[in-house]
C-alpha cells in the first residue's frame, strides 16, 4: 500500500507540473541529482584530431564506475529529443570521483558523434548508463598482450593502457594502430610518449592512406609476421571496422591454436547472403505504422517514423532495445535466426521484418 501511495503521489505532482515531470524541474535546480538517469556535466572538451574529441565528464553520485576497456551508453538532448549512443570510456577508472571520459569521432552524418565533437559545451548535460563491455583483460593477466585497433577502436584499448599505466606500469604490449593518415591518428602523441617512459611496450601506426612497399596497409598473416613476430604467442584484443576483425578472425583459425582473440565490434557485423522481404510494421503503442524494406534494421524503422525507442549499443549487446513482438515474423541480421513466437523479446537493433510485423513499441 505504501509503495502504490508513493507512486500516486508522484503522479499527481507530475500532472500539477505539466508538461514536464516532476523529475525533470529537479533536474534542473540539481542536473546531476536526477532520480531517473545518471546525468553528467561536461567539465570539458578536448580536440584530438579534426574529427575526434575527448568529452570530460562528471558523474551524478549513482555511477558506479567502470573497468578500463568497458563502454557506456550515452543519453545526448538535440534540439529537444533525447539521442542514445554508446562510446567507451578512455579515462582510468575513478568512481569515488565520477570523473569519466569518452572519446568520440565525428562520422559523416552522424547527428550524436557530430553534436559532441562540434558543438557539445562546458556546463551540458549528458545522461549515462551504467557501464557494460567485455573487452577488458583478465585481473590476473600474465600473458603477453597484442592490441591491433583501426580508428576510434582505439578508444577501448585507450582506457586499457591508461589504467596499466597509472597502476602496476605497462608492461610486454605491443600496439598495432590504423589510421588514415597522421593527421587522424587519435591519441598519437600520447602514445609514444607511453612507448617512451615504458620500455617493453612497442607501438606502430600504420597509415591506409599511404601502403607500404612491404605488403600494403592491410593486416595479413605476412604484415603481422614482419610487425610482431611473436603474434601467435600473445593474447590479442582487436576493435575496428568489420574488414579488420574478419581478417584477423581468418589468420586466428589459420595460424593460432592456443591463445584467444577478444574482439570489440563498433558496428553490427551481418551474416551474408540474408534475403528478408520486409514489410509494414505496426508500433502499437504509438499506433504509428512504417515500411520495412527488409535490409534496415527495426530500431532504424521505428527511428525514421518519428519515434524514439530505448537503444544504447545499436549492434546487439546491450538489449536496452528489447521490445516484444506482437504477431509476425523477424530475422536477425547477425545469424539469419527467425522468431515468430507472440511475446518473444526481440532486439530490434539487429532484426528486420520478414512480412507484416507488429512491435510493442
Known amino acids: ?56 565528464l562528471k558523474a551524478g553520485p549513482r555511477w558506479r ?5 568497458q563502454w557506456v551508453g550515452v543519453g545526448v538532448d538535440i534540439n529537444g529529443v533525447r539521442h542514445r549512443r554508446s562510446y567507451s570510456i578512455t579515462s582510468v577508472p575513478s568512481p569515488q570521483s565520477g570523473l569519466i571520459s569518452i572519446t568520440v569521432q565525428a562520422t559523416p552524418g552522424g547527428l550524436v558523434s557530430n553534436h559532441l565533437v562540434r558543438d557539445a559545451q562546458v556546463g551540458d548535460t549528458l545522461y549515462l548508463e551504467p557501464a557494460s563491455g567485455d573487452f577488458v583483460l583478465p585481473d590476473s593477466c600474465q600473458d603477453p598482450v597484442l592490441f591491433i585497433t583501426a580508428g576510434s577502436g582505439i578508444t577501448p584499448v585507450m582506457g586499457i593502457l591508461r589504467t596499466m599505466a597509472a597502476t ?4 610486454d604490449v605491443f600496439l598495432i594502430h590504423h589510421a588514415p593518415d597522421p593527421t587522424e591518428s587519435i591519441f598519437s602523441r600520447e602514445l609514444s610518449e607511453m612507448a617512451r617512459r615504458f620500455s617493453r611496450f612497442r607501438y606502430v601506426e600504420v597509415f591506409t592512406r599511404f601502403p607500404s612497399r612491404s605488403g600494403g596497409n592491410h593486416i595479413s598473416e605476412t604484415r603481422l609476421d614482419e610487425m610482431c613476430p611473436d603474434w601467435t604467442k600473445r593474447s590479442t584484443w582487436a576493435c575496428g571496422p568489420t574488414s579488420l576483425l574478419c581478417a584477423l ?8 591454436q592456443d ?3 577478444n574482439l570489440e565490434r563498433f558496428t553490427l557485423a551481418r ?29 532504424h524503422v521505428a527511428e525514421s517514423a518519428g519515434l524514439i525507442p530505448p537503444s544504447g549499443c545499436r549492434m546487439g549487446i546491450c538489449h536496452t532495445c528489447d521490445s516484444r513482438l506482437v504477431s509476425g515474423t523477424v530475422r536477425d541480421l547477425r545469424d539469419g535466426r527467425t522468431q515468430c513466437d507472440p511475446g518473444d523479446r526481440v532486439q530490434i537493433c539487429v532484426s528486420v521484418a520478414a512480412g507484416d510485423v507488429e512491435l510493442e513499441v
Open 271 to 299: 551474416t551474408e547472403n540474408l534475403e528478408v522481404q520486409g514489410g509494414r510494421v505496426r508500433f502499437t503503442k504509438s499506433a504509428i505504422e512504417a515500411v520495412s524494406d527488409g535490409r534496415s534494421p527495426l530500431l
Open 259 to 261: 591463445r584467444p582473440l
Open 168 to 171: 602496476n606500469g605497462i608492461g
Open 65 to 69: 564506475g567502470h573497468r578500463a576497456g
Open 1 to 56: 500500500m505504501f509503495t502504490r501511495i508513493r507512486q500516486g503521489v508522484g503522479g499527481f505532482s507530475n500532472i500539477l507540473s505539466s508538461p514536464l515531470p516532476i523529475e525533470s524541474y529537479l533536474g534542473l535546480i540539481s542536473p546531476l541529482r536526477s532520480s531517473t538517469s545518471i546525468p553528467a556535466r561536461i567539465q570539458g572538451v578536448i580536440l584530438e584530431t579534426p574529427r575526434a574529441a575527448t568529452v570530460m
Open 249 to 256: 578472425t581468418q589468420a586466428w583459425e589459420t595460424r593460432v
